[in-house]
C-alpha cells in the first residue's frame, strides 16, 4: 500500500492521471470509472484518445435510474469520454440499468464470464462519508454472483444500486482510492484501525494507492 497526501480533488485527478499514463498498456487492458466528485473529477482529465490499446471500460457501480438523471454514472463517462466522437458500445461494459436489479446482475455475469475478466486491471475508487466503497454499503446484499452486490435503500438518493463487491474489486491489479475532505476524514480513520466497513477487505496491498487529504490528523 502506498498513500500520497493531496491538496484538493484537482490534485487528486493530476496524480490519477500521472499514475495512470506511467502504467505498461500492455499490462492494462481495462480501466473502472467511478461516480462522485473524484470520478467525475477523474473523467475531465480523460478522453478515449487517451485510452490506447483498445481499453475495455467498467464502471465500479451504479445508481438504477433512467440514462437522462444527472445521477447515472454511465451517461456521465460516455458524455466525457466521448465528448469528441461516437461511443464504441462494444468497448462499454455497464450495468444495465433497463431492468430490475436481479436481471441486471444476471446480464453482468455473463458479460464477465463472456468476456473471461477474472479481475480488473485498473480501478479508480473513493472512501463515502458513511465508509461506503463504490456502491458497496453496509446494506448491501450479495447475489449469486460474489463478484457483484445490490442495495434497494442505500443511504441517499437513488436508492436502488448495484456494484462489484468491494472485496473483488480489491483484487484488481492497481486500485486508487481517493479520500478528501472534511466529511470523509472519520470514514478514513476508522477505515485503518479496523471500525470501518470495509476494513477487513482493505488491509496492506501492495495493489493499493490511497490519495489522502493532507489536512487529516
Not at 502504467?23 to 490506447?52: C, M, Y
Amino acid at each position: 500500500m502506498k498513500i500520497i497526501e493531496i491538496l484538493d480533488i484537482e490534485h487528486a485527478a493530476e496524480v490519477t492521471k500521472s499514475i495512470f499514463f506511467n502504467l505498461d498498456p500492455e499490462h492494462s487492458k481495462n480501466v473502472a470509472f467511478t461516480g462522485g466528485r473524484f470520478g467525475k473529477k477523474v473523467l475531465s482529465e480523460f478522453s478515449i484518445e487517451d485510452l490506447t490499446n483498445d481499453y475495455e471500460i467498467f464502471q465500479t457501480d451504479e445508481r438504477i435510474v433512467s440514462s437522462n438523471d444527472n445521477n447515472c454514472i454511465q451517461t456521465y463517462i460516455i458524455n466525457e469520454l466521448f465528448s469528441t466522437g461516437i461511443p464504441n458500445r462494444n468497448r462499454l461494459n455497464f450495468f444495465n440499468i433497463d431492468t430490475n436489479l436481479e436481471t441486471s446482475v444476471e446480464i453482468m455475469t455473463d458479460l464477465l464470464n463472456r468476456k473471461k475478466i477474472v479481475v480488473l486491471d485498473v480501478v479508480f475508487l473513493s472512501l463515502g462519508e458513511d465508509g461506503h466503497i463504490a456502491g458497496h454499503f453496509n446494506n448491501s446484499l450479495p447475489t449469486d454472483d460474489q463478484r457483484i452486490c445490490i442495495t434497494h435503500e442505500a443511504i441517499k438518493l437513488p436508492k436502488k444500486r448495484i456494484s462489484y463487491n468491494v472485496s473483488w474489486l480489491l483484487k484488481s491489479k492497481l486500485i486508487i482510492l481517493c479520500v478528501i475532505g472534511s466529511d470523509k476524514e472519520k470514514a478514513y480513520n476508522e477505515l485503518f484501525n479496523g471500525e470501518g466497513l470495509h476494513s477487513e477487505s482493505i488491509k496492506s496491498q501492495d495493489n493499493l494507492i490511497i490519495l489522502k487529504d493532507k489536512k487529516f490528523r
